[in-house]
């Protein structure tokens, strides 16, 4: 499986101090097995309407860690 990272903060908003994104292939396929494995998942999967599928979960700490997914490839940012 492909990864790629993307690493941000924010300062207000619902995502509140720092987010760790990680691009994968398949939110769907990673979503089952954090399930199998007993990984408590804060949202998702859901469509976003940038065009990615995206699931959210914690670390220990809190931070926010996003699983994505560009499923519509021509979609404007």
């Not at 065009?51 to 959210?56: C, D, K, L, S």
Request: proline share 3%.
């Amino acid at each position: 499986m492909v990864c790629g990272l993307h690493v941000s903060s924010f300062s207000r908003g619902w995502d509140l101090g720092g987010v760790v994104n990680l691009i994968v292939e398949d939110v769907d396929a990673l979503h089952a097995e954090l399930v199998k494995k007993g990984v408590r998942i804060d949202t998702g999967p859901v469509d976003q309407t940038w065009g990615n599928r995206e699931m959210y979960v914690k670390d220990a700490d809190g931070n926010s860690i996003r699983l994505s997914a560009r499923v519509v490839a021509n979609h404007p940012l």
